[in-house]
């Protein structure tokens, strides 16, 4: 039985310890809602109002801020984020710098938005 030597395995960026952070493969499938009110699942958000107004500039972005920051999952993206918006938002988000430099290397544009 041959031993098999183990691919290179290049650094993943960490939304926190432990945990990389969750890109979506193109912007183009994050096709969350632009508008209305979202309650984010209790595994994203803890606080008990988990509810954010998108036509409130503000609450946007901390919805944004945490669903990058806390998912595992690209399905939560997939629904939650708008890639337009996401964009359109990107210099205004606190993102820990893993999860920016993770968007920022697969999503090139981002680094100009």
Do not use: C, K
Not at 13 to 20: E, I
Not at 46 to 53: E, H, I, L, P, V
Not at 96 to 101: I, S
């Amino acid at each position: 039985m041959q031993a098999l030597s183990p691919a290179p395995i290049r650094a993943a960026h960490l939304a926190r310890p432990g945990r990389p952070a969750v890109v979506a493969r193109t912007l183009a499938e994050l096709t969350g809602p632009t508008r209305g009110v979202v309650e984010l699942p209790v595994r994203l958000m803890w606080n008990a109002d988990r509810t954010f107004d998108l036509g409130d500039p503000d609450e946007l972005l901390w919805m944004y801020e945490n669903v990058l920051r806390e998912t595992t999952r690209a399905e939560d993206l997939r629904l939650l984020i708008d890639g337009r918006t996401l964009r359109r938002v990107w210099r205004l988000l606190n993102l820990p710098r893993g999860v920016r430099q993770a968007w920022e290397s697969r999503h090139r544009g981002l680094r100009t938005a």
